[in-house]
């Protein structure tokens, strides 16, 4: 079956359809990562985006029932180059093309993906249809039709619509001298909560739109604000939620974490070009000179220059645009990541620092010399 990409400026890619016949819409962006596309489709973070994957085969190593980053897959479409029907890997349980039906994933082959990504570094990412169904013109009505993806409250839709405690199958009962530390759910990856549990965390996973009162009332050890979809500027809850317990106990923020930390402390953001999507990415630590490759997937940044005067330090920066990787908040007892230390499949290089947010809550008063050690 013929499938068509139109894109909102009227550029139209041609090919086959994938998954699930029909039609979908979202923010068409790339991601680089070689591997993980599984991990990727199902990361909350993805929702409402079409993902457009630079490497030209995908489903070489199937689908399995371990590698889900949450309990459905997330994408709202799909474009790759070639779709492998045959997987070859012994982890693999199904094929791609019938996890994408089942997932009613709606996908195109055929596309020359990196004349694809060219297109959207240079010109930026953009509102796109995948259909299988319409003309030209009826998916770029479609486009015109639907709100913009920057305006729309993602979170919401992706969070837990309750509380509960992360407890993986196979661990014990005990849970003596483990630090409680509160999860507000933006769009957790299953893997950041078991890394927690890990280094000796128990989770208890709260709904996006807890306030300030409700976290604190958990008496958390530490909070860990989470990743999560969208423009963190239409987010005023959270940053509330953010700003509230900043300085009432140690807190760590990852990605769109990271953002509402900066927010919260006054600082500004914007939306990037094309956005980091990838699992090679290298970036400095400002305070230690070390390099990490690093995983990360976001559309948005906080402006360096709006952070002087916070009470934030800007303590890591992006090797390939020098944009915010991560601050320092010694006097508050908060500091946070832009990129994904549980790095689900890889890079591995920042998995320690889910071990240091244990040392920093245990050794207060060490804070400064903690961020400075190799974890």
Request: hydrophobic residues 35%; proline residues 6%.
């Amino acid at each position: 079956m013929k499938a068509i990409l139109v894109l909102t400026d009227g550029t139209v890619y041609e090919g086959e359809s994938i998954g699930q016949p029909g039609r979908a819409l979202g923010e068409v962006v790339f991601s680089t990562g070689m591997v993980g596309y599984q991990q990727a489709f199902t990361d909350p973070s993805f929702r409402g985006q079409i993902l457009n994957l630079t490497y030209p085969l995908i489903g070489n190593y199937g689908t399995n029932d371990e590698d889900y980053e949450s309990s459905i897959c997330q994408i709202a479409g799909l474009v790759v180059k070639e779709l492998c029907a045959v997987p070859s890997n012994f982890r693999h349980q199904e094929t791609l093309s019938d996890f994408l039906v089942r997932h009613n994933v709606v996908g195109i082959a055929g596309v020359d993906t990196r004349a694809l990504t060219r297109k959207l570094r240079s010109v930026g990412v953009m509102m796109g249809a995948i259909s299988t169904d319409e003309t030209l013109a009826g998916a770029l009505q479609r486009i015109k039709d639907n709100p913009y993806y920057g305006d729309i409250d993602f979170v919401r839709m992706v969070s837990t619509p309750k509380p509960y405690e992360f407890r993986p199958a196979e661990a014990p009962e005990e849970d003596e001298g483990r630090l409680k530390i509160a999860v507000v759910d933006y769009g957790i990856r299953v893997s950041i909560l078991r890394c927690l549990y890990a280094a000796g965390c128990r989770p208890v996973v709260l709904p996006c739109t807890v306030t300030a009162d409700d976290i604190l009332a958990e008496k958390p050890d530490g909070i860990l604000f989470s990743p999560g979809p969208g423009d963190p500027r239409v987010l005023d809850y959270a940053t509330a939620a953010v700003k509230g317990v900043v300085g009432q106990a140690p807190v760590f923020g990852i990605c769109l974490g990271n953002q509402l930390l900066g927010h919260a402390l006054g600082g500004t953001l914007y939306k990037l070009k094309f956005g980091h999507r990838g699992g090679n990415h290298p970036v400095r630590d400002e305070i230690t000179g070390r390099v990490r490759i690093t995983s990360q997937n976001h559309g948005y940044a906080l402006d360096a220059e709006s952070m002087a005067g916070t009470h934030a330090q800007v303590s890591q920066v992006n090797l390939n645009d020098s944009t915010v990787e991560g601050l320092e908040c010694p006097d508050l007892l908060a500091y946070s990541i832009q990129y994904h230390a549980e790095a689900s499949p890889g890079p591995r290089d920042s998995r320690g620092i889910f071990k240091q947010f244990v040392q920093r809550i245990r050794e207060p008063k060490r804070w400064r010399e903690i961020q400075a050690e190799v974890c």
